[in-house]
Nanobody, 116 residues
Framework: QVQLAESGGGVVQPGGSLRLSCAVS????????MSWYRQTPGKEREWVAT???????YYAESVKGRFTIFRNNAQNTVSLQMNNLKPEDTAKYFC??????????WGQGTQVTVSS
Protein backbone atom coordinates (compact mmCIF):
# COMPACT_ATOMS: atom_id res chain seq x y z
CA GLN A 1 0.00 0.00 0.00
CA VAL A 2 1.24 3.47 -0.87
CA GLN A 3 2.17 5.54 2.17
CA LEU A 4 2.91 9.25 2.03
CA ALA A 5 4.15 11.19 5.06
CA GLU A 6 4.62 14.93 4.72
CA SER A 7 6.56 17.07 7.18
CA GLY A 8 8.26 20.42 7.52
CA GLY A 9 5.37 22.84 7.62
CA GLY A 10 5.08 25.72 10.04
CA VAL A 11 4.41 29.40 10.49
CA VAL A 12 6.64 31.82 8.63
CA GLN A 13 6.60 35.52 7.89
CA PRO A 14 6.11 36.80 4.34
CA GLY A 15 9.39 36.56 2.46
CA GLY A 16 10.52 33.64 4.54
CA SER A 17 11.42 30.09 3.54
CA LEU A 18 10.42 26.56 4.42
CA ARG A 19 11.44 23.14 3.18
CA LEU A 20 8.84 20.43 3.07
CA SER A 21 9.70 16.76 2.89
CA CYS A 22 7.70 13.67 2.02
CA ALA A 23 8.69 10.12 2.86
CA VAL A 24 7.24 7.60 0.45
CA SER A 25 6.82 3.82 0.61
CA UNK A 26 4.79 1.07 -0.99
CA UNK A 27 6.05 1.33 -4.57
CA UNK A 28 9.27 1.65 -6.55
CA UNK A 29 9.78 5.35 -5.98
CA UNK A 30 12.38 5.93 -8.69
CA UNK A 31 9.99 4.69 -11.38
CA UNK A 32 7.39 7.38 -10.78
CA UNK A 33 6.89 11.09 -11.31
CA MET A 34 6.17 12.84 -8.01
CA SER A 35 4.25 16.00 -7.23
CA TRP A 36 3.31 18.44 -4.53
CA TYR A 37 -0.19 19.77 -4.12
CA ARG A 38 -1.85 22.21 -1.74
CA GLN A 39 -5.32 22.85 -0.44
CA THR A 40 -7.06 25.58 1.52
CA PRO A 41 -10.38 25.12 3.32
CA GLY A 42 -13.32 25.22 0.96
CA LYS A 43 -11.21 24.93 -2.17
CA GLU A 44 -10.14 22.06 -4.33
CA ARG A 45 -6.67 20.67 -4.00
CA GLU A 46 -4.37 22.33 -6.53
CA TRP A 47 -1.23 21.08 -8.18
CA VAL A 48 1.98 22.91 -7.25
CA ALA A 49 4.94 21.12 -8.82
CA THR A 50 6.10 17.87 -10.41
CA UNK A 51 9.48 16.20 -10.76
CA UNK A 52 9.64 13.34 -13.22
CA UNK A 53 11.83 10.26 -13.26
CA UNK A 54 14.47 12.12 -15.25
CA UNK A 55 14.36 14.96 -12.67
CA UNK A 56 12.75 17.40 -15.06
CA UNK A 57 10.63 19.82 -13.08
CA TYR A 58 7.36 21.62 -13.72
CA TYR A 59 5.70 24.34 -11.64
CA ALA A 60 2.41 26.14 -11.31
CA GLU A 61 2.73 29.73 -12.48
CA SER A 62 1.94 30.99 -9.00
CA VAL A 63 5.08 29.40 -7.52
CA LYS A 64 7.49 29.43 -10.45
CA GLY A 65 10.79 31.03 -9.50
CA ARG A 66 10.10 30.70 -5.77
CA PHE A 67 9.62 26.95 -5.18
CA THR A 68 11.97 24.11 -6.08
CA ILE A 69 11.00 20.45 -6.10
CA PHE A 70 13.66 17.78 -5.79
CA ARG A 71 13.87 14.08 -5.05
CA ASN A 72 16.19 11.61 -3.39
CA ASN A 73 15.69 8.18 -4.89
CA ALA A 74 18.06 6.55 -2.41
CA GLN A 75 15.91 7.75 0.51
CA ASN A 76 12.52 7.63 -1.24
CA THR A 77 11.82 11.26 -0.47
CA VAL A 78 10.51 14.20 -2.42
CA SER A 79 10.99 17.71 -1.09
CA LEU A 80 9.78 21.21 -1.79
CA GLN A 81 11.98 24.20 -1.05
CA MET A 82 9.78 27.27 -0.74
CA ASN A 83 11.35 30.71 -0.81
CA ASN A 84 9.91 34.21 -0.75
CA LEU A 85 6.70 32.89 0.72
CA LYS A 86 3.53 34.93 0.38
CA PRO A 87 0.34 34.91 2.43
CA GLU A 88 -1.44 33.29 -0.50
CA ASP A 89 0.87 30.28 -0.15
CA THR A 90 -0.89 29.46 3.12
CA ALA A 91 -2.35 25.98 2.70
CA LYS A 92 -1.97 22.37 3.68
CA TYR A 93 0.62 20.77 1.43
CA PHE A 94 0.52 17.18 0.22
CA CYS A 95 2.80 15.00 -1.84
CA UNK A 96 1.61 12.31 -4.20
CA UNK A 97 2.32 10.83 -7.58
CA UNK A 98 1.82 12.98 -10.65
CA UNK A 99 -1.77 14.12 -11.35
CA UNK A 100 -2.40 11.32 -13.85
CA UNK A 101 -1.56 8.64 -11.28
CA UNK A 102 -2.58 10.00 -7.90
CA UNK A 103 -2.56 7.35 -5.21
CA UNK A 104 -5.13 7.01 -2.46
CA UNK A 105 -5.35 7.52 0.40
CA TRP A 106 -3.58 10.84 0.54
CA GLY A 107 -1.23 11.55 3.40
CA GLN A 108 -2.17 13.86 6.25
CA GLY A 109 -0.35 16.78 4.70
CA THR A 110 1.63 19.49 6.42
CA GLN A 111 0.30 22.95 7.19
CA VAL A 112 2.10 26.03 5.93
CA THR A 113 0.99 29.39 7.29
CA VAL A 114 2.48 32.61 5.97
CA SER A 115 1.60 35.51 8.22
CA SER A 116 3.15 38.56 9.78
Amino acid sequence: QVQLAESGGGVVQPGGSLRLSCAVSGFTFSNYDMSWYRQTPGKEREWVATINRERLTYYAESVKGRFTIFRNNAQNTVSLQMNNLKPEDTAKYFCNLAPSAVAKPWGQGTQVTVSS
